[in-house]
């Protein structure tokens, strides 16, 4: 990895389970070339992991923070970690 590939892991809280955020997550990954993957947890919140150049993976977790129409974003935990190189989006 070189120096503009980043790496963030959200945890986003609110109406955020069924409103087609994982799926606006994807399109968005998609549409800016960066990787890692989305998921429902239990207790109701959505986790991703989004790698690649920092400016798209910045844009990807700025959606985030207001998501599709029908959600409703009350927080959202952002960790920056070191890139581990993931190739691919994936929604779990």
């Known amino acids: 990895m ?6 963030a892991h959200v945890v986003v809280r609110g ?4 409103v087609f955020f994982r799926d606006g997550v994807y399109e968005q990954a998609r549409a800016l070339g960066v990787s890692g993957w989305v998921r429902n947890r239990s207790d109701g ?3 991703g992991v989004f790698e690649g150049h ?6 990807v977790v700025d959606w985030c923070r207001t998501g599709p129409p029908r959600a409703h974003v ?5 960790r920056w970690e070191a890139a581990e190189g993931l190739v691919g989006f994936r929604v779990s």
């Open 2 to 7: 070189n120096e503009t590939t980043a790496r």
């Open 54 to 59: 920092r400016p798209a993976v910045e844009r």
């Open 74 to 78: 009350e927080d959202l935990d952002l």
């Open 15 to 18: 109406r955020v389970q069924g």
């Open 45 to 47: 919140a959505v986790e």
